[in-house]
């Protein structure tokens, strides 16, 4: 028999997109808040060793950074982290300073202080036993007769390895220190005061638990310290708690099969429905300290809701009226914050990047105004056009996906790399990414596959991956590939896979259990599942439990245990200080193909965490991801 013939020759097209343009746009834009005429944001700096600053915007349109280097504005808890500071009106910010996690308060905008320019943060919260021991997140203000105190949820951290939780308030004064208030629970998340002062509510959880599989919301009365529980359960999903004046919560909550807006009365006597549709008005909180809706002056809520990308609508919540605002932004991050009738959020579409955008939203009219942009050179004329696509995946089981087609068509179809996104609860939505130009302007198409497991689309889409993690993934990614060819859209010869953390261990997975790809690329995948759960940290400790199930599974699902079937050839790179995945995970990979001579490379980074942050490791990664799909495409 004459020899399969192996991929046609492939040349790449010349593209305007470098690896340092790519690396460059890692500004990774967040958590933005209003005050009047004035806007904060966090904002991230990769040539600065990635270190995240406070930016903040004045007025007259002056944008300065208030935390100069070496202050690095992120909180670690569960490690993920989440929104970092806070803007007391009077005071200054709060927030988080990565080294050692303490909290310390900065001016809030240029040129407050008694020695503007040179005036240093003071740390409010107590140092801890060892550095990073003691941290904060989650950070909400409260106005008291002794000045303001800020609430947050803390995470301790003990010689012993064991972590614990609690909710605490910090007297800005220095004077009253740190409050303990609510223990007991193995998480926490939006501490929330009453406007009178005499409540607290919350979101709690415990192991083995996460937050978009089953969370309480709870009241406690701090008089006496009196708790109950108004929403939730195990199986129950209830998100960001809003007080709706002093007898009512508002919250998210999945118990319809969707996360929709429900206002409780504070006793949990009732609960209704705000505006009941088959849609998510929030994702998954794998960050602590987002609010995903926002309370506007006139008492109607500013809202992103839909399926995949989310809407910006306004909700009346009397008469459950939803409309979407006329702005020029396809898809919003649940992120939202307001003041009277001004809005800020995180927009963007397939021609614009994730940006800061303040929007005046009085009566019917909304008009926008772009802030910061992680993007300031959007190249013109290469960007690709996605559009949403679906295909089966087995009987009935439909698979949702982003499909960016490349520069210049190719008779037989065109080399395409199959996107796995991680979590393995998160989202692929169709935000302009300039990783994915880098590679359609080369003429190598992507899709990006929101798997069975991933969020946007219910909890029943979400529960496809319960008990099956590497079953589901792996077969919708496989048929995503099989879907471009069958479609004519792809070689079937030329088709790799990627993914970074959970998408990595779909990758490992996928190239074992199947052959459609020519290759994979695994960014700090996880290989094996008992050093897994041995090693990672107390956020995720058990999340394999609802993931895999009982560990007489992990041997017919782990990557690890299929590293002998593979045989093409793999990519794999890691962070050497990454404390969510350990290296361990990919070298152990590494090694099985290197002794069984499959074509593999390793690639580790010194000082890189779990996702790559520096400049100068962001191109590095991309441009030898980019080499690796040039040898193995032909």
Same mark, same amino acid.
């Given at each position: 028999?004459?020899?399969?013939? !192996? =991929?046609? &020759?492939?040349?790449? $097209? @010349?593209? +305007? ?5 790519? %690396?460059?746009?890692? #500004? *990774? ?83 407050? !202080? =008694?020695? &503007?320019?040179?005036? $240093? @943060?003071? +740390? ?5 036993? %060892?550095?990073?021991? #003691? *941290? ?499």
């Amino acid at each position: 028999m004459p020899p399969t013939p !192996g =991929p046609r &020759p492939f040349s790449p $097209r @010349p593209s +305007p997109i470098s690896t340092t343009d790519v %690396a460059r746009a890692g #500004l *990774r834009l967040g958590f933005p808040t209003v005050l009047g005429r004035e806007t904060w944001w966090e904002e991230d700096r990769p040539a600065e060793g990635g270190r995240r600053t406070v930016v903040h915007r004045a007025a007259d349109g002056t944008r300065t950074d208030l935390l100069p280097a070496p202050w690095d504005a992120r909180t670690r808890v569960h490690e993920y982290g989440g929104r970092s500071y806070l803007v007391v009106p009077g005071h200054g910010l709060v927030f988080a300073h990565h080294p050692d996690q303490r909290l310390y308060l900065a001016p809030p905008r240029p040129g407050d !202080g =008694p020695d &503007p320019g040179t005036e $240093r @943060p003071r +740390p409010v919260t107590p140092a801890p036993g %060892a550095p990073g021991a #003691l *941290r904060y997140a989650d950070l909400r203000v409260q106005d008291t007769p002794d000045g303001p105190r800020v609430w947050c949820v803390r995470e301790r951290h003990r010689q012993d390895a064991k972590v614990t939780r609690s909710i605490v308030s910090v007297a800005l004064s220095g004077a009253g220190g740190v409050t303990e208030w609510v223990t007991g629970s193995d998480f926490y998340a939006s501490p929330t005061p009453s406007p009178d002062g005499r409540h607290l509510a919350y979101i709690c959880w415990n192991h083995p638990h996460m937050p978009w599989t089953g969370t309480e919301l709870r009241v406690t009365r701090l008089s006496d310290g009196a708790t109950w529980t108004v929403m939730g359960g195990p199986g129950e999903s209830v998100l960001a708690p809003l007080w709706c004046g002093e007898r009512h919560l508002y919250a998210v909550s999945d118990r319809s099969g969707w996360w929709n807006l429900y206002r409780a009365h504070v006793s949990g006597s009732s609960c209704e429905a705000l505006c009941p549709l088959d849609e998510e008005f929030a994702g998954p909180p794998w960050q602590l300290g987002g609010l995903p809706y926002a309370v506007l002056g006139d008492g109607r809520l500013a809202v992103p809701h839909g399926r995949g990308d989310l809407r910006l609508g306004v909700l009346d919540p009397e008469t459950g009226t939803l409309s979407d605002l006329d702005v020029p932004y396809r898809g919003w991050s649940p992120v939202l914050d307001t003041d009277g009738d001004v809005l800020v959020g995180i927009g963007y579409g397939p021609d614009v990047p994730r940006s800061v955008v303040r929007i005046e939203a009085a009566g019917d009219a909304a008009r926008a105004e772009e802030l910061r942009r992680e993007i300031d050179d959007v190249p013109a004329g290469v960007l690709p056009v996605p559009r949403a696509v679906e295909f089966e995946a087995g009987p009935g089981a439909r698979v949702h996906a982003y499909l960016y087609p490349p520069e210049g068509a190719e008779e037989g179809g065109a080399p395409y790399v199959v996107f796995v996104h991680g979590g393995p609860t998160g989202h692929a939505t169709s935000e302009l990414s300039l990783d994915k130009a880098f590679l359609t302007s080369r003429g190598i198409g992507v899709i990006d596959v929101n798997y069975g497991g991933s969020s946007g689309y219910g909890r029943a889409y979400r529960e496809r991956l319960r008990g099956r993690w590497g079953v589901t993934d792996v077969e919708d990614v496989v048929a995503a590939a099989k879907w471009l060819a069958a479609e004519g859209l792809a070689d079937p010869a030329r088709i790799a896979v990627r993914g970074a953390s959970a998408g990595g261990w779909t990758v490992m997975a996928a190239c074992g259990a199947s052959d459609v790809f020519a290759g994979g690329v695994s960014v700090a995948g996880v290989s094996a599942l008992a050093p897994l759960v041995a090693a990672t940290h107390d956020f995720e400790s058990r999340y394999v439990e609802w993931l895999v199930g009982p560990e007489e599974r992990y041997g017919e699902r782990e990557p690890l245990a299929l590293a002998d079937r593979v045989t093409c050839p793999m990519l794999l790179m890691q962070g050497l200080a990454d404390p969510v995945v350990p290296p361990a995970q990919s070298q152990a990979f590494a090694d099985r193909l290197t002794a069984r001579g499959v074509p593999c490379t390793y690639l580790t980074f010194e000082g890189e965490a779990h996702g790559f942050r520096r400049l100068e490791t962001r191109a590095a990664a991309l441009a030898a991801e980019l080499s690796f799909y040039l040898q193995i495409f032909g």
